[in-house]
C-alpha cells in the first residue's frame, strides 16, 4: 500500500490545565498542568491528539509524493496515525479519509485559511447561554467584567494639527443611512408581501448582468462587488412569514431570479432557525433568514492557494449585509446580519459540502415590532422616537 501524509496539518503544542486535590493537600496550587500535542487536518475538521512519535513519523512523510509504507520502521505508528486520517493511504479502508483529503487539494486552499475555516465552526453553541454564563449581556456589564475597551475614536499626532473637514447638508442617502440599525425586534405575525420579499432578493443577491467569455466560463455583475466578479456567495433562505409562499428551504438561484425548494428540515423550521442563530431568539424569527454559503471552489479557481482568497470572501459578505441593511431600511423593514451561527447543523441540513462550500454568516429581514422588546443600538433615535416627557 502506498502512504503520503495529509495535505494541511498543523501541529500546535498544548498545555492543559486541570484541577487535582491531591496536590493541593500535598501543599501545592493544586493545578495539574500536562503537555502534548494537537494535530490540525483541516480535512478532518476535528482535533486530534498525537505523540512524539507520531509527530516525528508525520514530519518525514511527504504531503504529495507517494511511498510504500513497507519502507517505515514503526508500522504501530503508521496503523495508529492512518487510522485518525493524518496519514492517507491507498488502501479500501482508508478511502473516506483520502478522499476527504483529495477534496481539499482539488479546492485549492490556502492552508492557514482552510485551517481557520474548519476549527471555527459550530456545532451546538449557545451565543445566549455564553453571556449569561460570563456576565455580559449588556454594555454596563462588559465594562465591569473586561474593564475598558480601547478608545471609541482614536486620535494620531498633536490634536491642535487637526484639519476640520466641512459638514455637509444631508440629503436623502444621509437620511436612509441614519436608519440603518440592526433590528432585534421583529413583528412575527406580519405577513411579509411576496413582492416586497422578491424586491429585497433581487436588490442584493441577483445578477444584474454577466460577461460570458465561454460556454463554461461567466462572471457576473451584482449591487455587491466581490473579488474577481466571480460572486461565490449562495443565498439559502429560510422563509417564515411571506405571503403566497411556503414556509420552509430554499436556494436563490442569482442568475434566473428564481427560488429552488429544498428538502424539509427533520425539525420544526422555527428550531432549526434558532439553532441556526445560536439561540439568539431576537433573530430566529425575522420573517426571512439568509445563509451566505460561499463556494470556495469558485473563488479559489482564479486564487489559487491565495494568502487573501478567504479575507476576499469575507469581504464580499460584510458589502452584501449592507446592501441588504439599506435596501431593508430604504423599504420601510429591519434587517441584521450575525456571524454567531451554528454551521454544522446548516450545513447538514442543506447538503453543503464543508471542504468546498460552507456556511458563513446569516442575515434576515422583515416587519420590525412596535415596541423594543430586545434592546437595540439607536443611539440618534433615527428609529426609535423617544417621546420628550415634557
Known amino acids: 500500500m502506498k502512504v503520503r501524509r495529509c495535505k494541511v496539518l498543523y501541529l500546535e503544542p498544548r498545555e492543559e490545565v486541570g484541577f487535582d486535590l491531591e496536590m493541593l493537600l500535598a501543599g501545592g496550587n493544586g493545578l495539574r ?31 504529495d509524493e507517494w511511498i510504500d509504507s513497507g519502507t ?6 503508521l496503523k495508529s496515525l492512518l487510522k485518525k486520517g493524518l496519514i492517507v493511504g491507498t488502501g479500501k479502508r482508508h478511502a473516506i479519509h483520502r478522499e476527504c483529503d ?20 459550530w456545532q451546538e453553541a449557545d451565543a445566549v447561554q455564553a453571556m449569561q454564563d ?11 467584567v473586561l474593564g475598558a475597551p480601547p478608545v471609541e475614536a482614536m486620535g494620531r499626532g498633536d490634536e491642535k494639527q487637526r484639519i476640520p473637514l466641512p459638514r455637509t447638508a444631508r440629503t436623502d442617502f444621509d437620511h436612509l443611512l441614519a436608519r440603518r440599525a440592526t433590528c432585534r425586534n421583529f413583528d412575527a405575525e406580519r405577513p411579509l408581501p411576496y413582492a416586497l420579499f422578491a424586491q429585497l432578493i433581487e436588490r442584493v443577491f441577483a445578477a444584474q448582468s454577466h460577461v460570458r467569455v465561454s460556454d463554461d466560463t461567466v462572471f457576473l455583475k451584482k449591487t455587491s462587488p466581490s473579488g474577481g466578479g466571480l460572486h461565490p456567495v449562495e443565498a439559502y433562505l429560510i422563509v417564515q412569514n411571506v405571503e403566497g409562499l411556503a414556509p420552509g428551504l430554499y436556494h436563490y438561484h442569482a442568475t434566473t431570479h428564481a427560488l429552488e425548494p429544498l428538502p424539509s428540515p427533520e425539525q420544526p423550521l422555527y428550531d432549526l432557525a434558532l439553532q441556526a442563530v445560536a439561540q439568539q431568539d431576537w433573530f430566529a424569527n425575522a420573517h426571512v433568514m439568509a445563509l451566505m454559503a460561499p463556494r470556495y471552489d469558485r473563488s479559489f479557481w482564479k486564487y489559487r492557494n491565495h494568502a487573501k482568497a478567504y479575507r476576499a470572501i469575507t469581504l464580499e459578505a460584510g458589502h452584501l449585509s449592507q446592501t441588504l441593511y439599506l435596501s431593508a431600511t430604504e423599504a420601510g423593514l429591519g434587517a441584521y446580519i450575525t456571524c454567531a451561527i451554528n454551521e454544522v447543523p446548516l450545513e447538514q441540513v442543506l447538503g453543503l459540502d464543508r ?31 423617544i417621546e420628550d416627557p415634557s
Open 355 to 385: 471542504l468546498s462550500e460552507g456556511a458563513l454568516a446569516i442575515c434576515g429581514f422583515g416587519w420590525r415590532g412596535e415596541e423594543m422588546v430586545t434592546m437595540e443600538l439607536d443611539p440618534a433615535g433615527e428609529v426609535w422616537r
Open 33 to 63: 498542568r500536562e503537555l502534548g500535542w494537537v494535530a490540525l487536518a483541516p480535512h478532518l475538521g476535528v482535533e486530534i491528539r498525537v505523540d512524539a512519535a507520531e509527530c516525528e513519523l508525520l514530519g518525514s512523510l511527504s504531503p
Open 72 to 77: 517505515l520502521a514503526d508500522a504501530g505508528v
Open 134 to 144: 460570563t456576565g455580559t449581556e449588556t454594555a454596563g456589564e462588559l465594562r465591569q
Open 102 to 121: 483529495e477534496i481539499l487539494r482539488g479546492v485549492h486552499w490556502h492552508p492557514l485559511a482552510a485551517t481557520l475555516h474548519a476549527f471555527t465552526r
